[in-house]
């Protein structure tokens, strides 16, 4: 992806077409006058900054698959919605995930790409041998003031831990700065079932992310100030190595 200078109209070109903005400044504002605002970064900061940035990318995304899934004359209809898992979450990376939350063509997309797409035999005989020995759980399904989530006992503050374990569903606990609500309780899938479905919906992630990749790096060109957030030459990229 290109960056071009500037231009406080346009929010990025799709295959040369300029996209306008508006949504952008739309959904900026819908966050900062929202019920979580005090968690937003201060107005002109350069966390606020690569917040926009952020939302910017979310919409060049959902631009991207829109015009695809025309394109392909996609039924979006179809598409249900989606709450993802934490596993799922990671492999899209923040800006696919709530692209594609937010968007049925996106969910339209992923799905006519993916509908061949599974993993290789030997890695799920691999997977299998590797986690044939380990113990069933339990996974715990949480809420918290940032939205719902799944988690199992040692992904958590062991503090916490320990008091869920003895909550019940619909309590709120509180430990240190955590403050979640039990909403129920599943067993963790039993490794010794066949993980096959789990895979081949890991390998359908990765292969989407590799074709979003390709179609940004060729059909978008950026406006300056809008660069992705994890561009290492904007200048407000802090992470370091």
Same mark, same amino acid.
């Given at each position: ?5 500037? &231009? ?19 959904? +900026? ?37 829109? *015009? ?31 692209? @594609? ?9 992923? *799905? ?36 719902? @989530? ?5 992904? +958590? ?39 096959? &479905?789990?895979?081949?919906?890991? *390998? ?26 994890? &561009? ?10």
């Amino acid at each position: 992806m290109t960056t071009a200078q500037l &231009d406080e109209s346009v929010l990025g070109w799709l295959d040369g077409r300029p996209l306008d903005r508006t949504e952008l400044d739309r959904r +900026l504002a819908a966050l900062r006058g929202g019920l979580r605002s005090s968690a937003l970064p201060v107005p002109g900061s350069a966390e606020d900054r690569q917040l926009t940035r952020w939302v910017a990318q979310v919409i060049l995304t959902e631009q991207l698959c829109i *015009a695809e899934a025309e394109s392909r004359g996609l039924d979006v209809t179809d598409a249900p919605l989606v709450r993802l898992d934490q596993l799922a979450a990671v492999e899209f990376g923040s800006i696919t995930a709530a692209a @594609f939350e937010g968007c049925a063509a996106v969910r339209s997309l992923y *799905a006519a790409l993916t509908a061949e797409v599974t993993a290789p035999a030997e890695q799920i005989a691999a997977y299998r041998a590797a986690t044939a020995a380990r113990s069933a759980g339990v996974v715990w399904q949480l809420s918290s003031a940032d939205g719902d @989530f799944e988690a199992t006992p040692d992904s +958590l503050p062991v503090a916490l831990a320990e008091a869920l374990r003895s909550a019940a569903p619909g309590e709120t606990v509180t430990v240190d700065s955590w403050t979640v609500v039990l909403r129920g309780r599943r067993e963790l899938v039993d490794p010794a079932l066949d993980p096959t &479905d789990r895979i081949n919906d890991s *390998a359908r992630r990765i292969a989407f992310v590799r074709w979003l990749d390709h179609a940004r790096a060729h059909r978008l060109r950026l406006v300056q100030g809008l660069e992705h957030p994890g &561009d290492p030459n904007q200048p407000d990229n802090y992470h370091r190595h």
